[in-house]
């Protein structure tokens, strides 16, 4: 069997390997600099201005069109919002009411609270460890 | 005989045999890979104790016939999902606690709807994870409960143990928690106030976008993605491999958004201001300094976490109240501390042999 250091195969992954290294750290100290920050904030905050104000001509847009907007399909949201929390009420009631049942799950018999650590993982007495 | 190169010539047949059958393998494991789904994750039986909201409490079903008295609440980081802790059989975390004799429970988080964009922190800690709290107690009939939080699971539950620091809380434990967040460097920079418009953001888009959180976590290695998509394709013959991938990547890039008035006091308070690890942090008006914390804490990080730096971490210990504490480095990352092959030889069995005696 040939040894690593002449493998091919394995030359070529610690290659790509050293070569991710090297990338990430060169981009790290890249993105570490305060002007790299103004850049980036500076793209992210045109992009979201930009994001809001087509959000905002798309309001008018569906308003024109006789459509839901943003606002009113929320108002659904949150109305299905309420009835799946009521669903969800009545379906813990429903587990709890058949809590003597022997299915699987909820209302199934559980195993007693006696379990004891085998004798090494004992805890301290106290004190801190590091 | 060897080569000028050091390669021996007697293995060069055998090699090329075994690089063209995996060229083979590859084109055929290719077509396989874009044409099958990857593996089923999360599916350790549970049940779905609560739901409200961005809020799911589940319950885990016993794998065990006797578990420890005390009940364990998992919280899960709010930026992605709790199945990392459930891969699939033999590489859960949840299922080996619950083989281990664990009463098992999870605070796990679905994507904030836009009408939750007004969750603020005291929500998360003075509401979900008290609620969920009072729950477990009713659900098992214990009054204590041990607290396990991932990442910012872990400065979440901190900040609830330092507010209820009377109990019910009995043990706590951090999974790679940050509480010195100017050690976070590149997101300390990428925040920088002079230049962030956090309030710009958050009033424009309500809650931050799952897309703007994912490229935050992927430009800490920008190379990585691209070096990790060479190594698939060269190990895609490798049905283990591909399995694990295809495991990680998709629990990696399920981001979830975050609610903006949430992720304005994470920026304002502690990017910013690091009142967490200068012990002036306040939730809704009630002071959080992790010193308040007495109860038995354990925390392990990770020896090459590029997302939570030791440096970000390693004053936890130091400035919990606690007597009874414990910090545990272990080889690997930010995730494969948790997840993983690693996980399962180094952190589960510590976290078992640590909490075991103080869940009686």
Not at chain 2, 121 to 133: A, G, K
Request: overall charge neutral; hydrophobic content about 40%.
């Amino acid at each position: 069997m040939a040894d690593k250091s002449s493998d091919p195969v394995a030359l070529w992954q610690k290659m790509i390997g050293e070569m991710e290294k090297g990338f990430n750290a060169f981009a790290n100290q890249t993105m570490s600099s305060p002007e790299f920050s103004k850049a980036m904030n500076q793209a992210g905050g045109a992009t979201t201005g930009a994001q809001r104000q087509f959000g905002e001509f798309m309001e008018k847009y569906l308003l024109s069109m006789n459509l839901p907007s943003r606002a009113q399909m929320v108002g659904m949201a949150e109305r299905l919002q309420n009835i799946e929390g009521q669903i969800n009420e009545i379906r813990a009631m429903l587990q709890q009411m058949n809590a003597g049942a022997a299915t699987p799950g909820f209302g199934a018999p559980r195993p007693p609270r006696t379990k004891r650590p085998p004798p090494s993982s004992a805890p301290p007495s106290s004190g801190e460890q590091k | 005989m060897n080569a000028p190169s050091g390669l021996d010539l007697a293995d060069i047949p055998e090699r090329i045999q075994s690089e063209v059958q995996r060229a083979i393998q590859r084109s055929i494991k290719g077509v396989e890979y874009f044409s099958t789904s990857g593996p089923t994750l999360g599916s350790t039986p549970k049940d779905i104790l609560h739901a409200r909201g961005t809020m799911n409490l589940y319950h885990y079903r016993p794998l065990s016939d006797e578990v420890y008295r005390v009940p364990v609440l998992i919280v899960m980081a709010t930026t992605n999902r709790g199945y990392i802790l459930d891969m699939v059989p033999g590489q859960s975390f949840i299922e080996f606690l619950l083989k281990r004799g664990y009463d098992v429970y999870m605070l796990d988080w679905t994507a904030p709807r836009p009408e939750e964009k007004s969750l603020r922190m005291e929500d998360y800690v003075l509401d979900f994870i008290p609620d969920c709290v009072r729950r477990v107690r009713e659900d098992s009939g214990e009054q204590d409960v041990s607290v396990i939080g991932y990442c910012f699971g872990g400065v979440l539950s901190l900040l609830y143990g330092s507010i209820f620091n009377d109990g019910p809380m009995k043990n706590l434990i951090c999974f790679t928690t940050p509480i010195d967040f100017r050690e976070m460097k590149l997101f300390s920079n990428f925040s920088d106030r002079r230049y962030f418009d956090v309030d710009g953001l958050v009033d424009s888009v309500g809650n931050v976008p799952p897309e703007m959180i994912l490229s935050s976590f992927e430009m800490l290695r920008p190379a990585s993605r691209v070096a990790s998509q060479i190594q698939l394709w060269e190990n895609i013959w490798n049905d283990e491999f591909v399995k694990s991938y295809r495991m990680f990547d998709r629990w990696a890039t399920d981001t979830l958004p975050l609610a903006g008035e949430y992720f304005r006091t994470i920026t304002k308070d502690l990017m910013w201001d690091n009142k967490l690890y200068n012990g002036t942090m306040t939730v809704g008006g009630r002071k959080a300094d992790i010193a308040d914390i007495k109860v038995p804490i354990l925390h392990a990080v990770a020896e090459h976490d590029h997302i939570v730096p030791y440096e970000a971490a390693k004053h936890l210990i130091a400035k919990v109240g606690s007597q009874d504490k414990e910090e545990v480095m272990l080889k690997g990352g930010h995730v494969s501390l948790v997840a993983g092959a690693n996980a399962v030889k180094r952190l589960w069995p510590k976290l078992d042999s640590w909490l075991g005696g103080r869940s009686i």
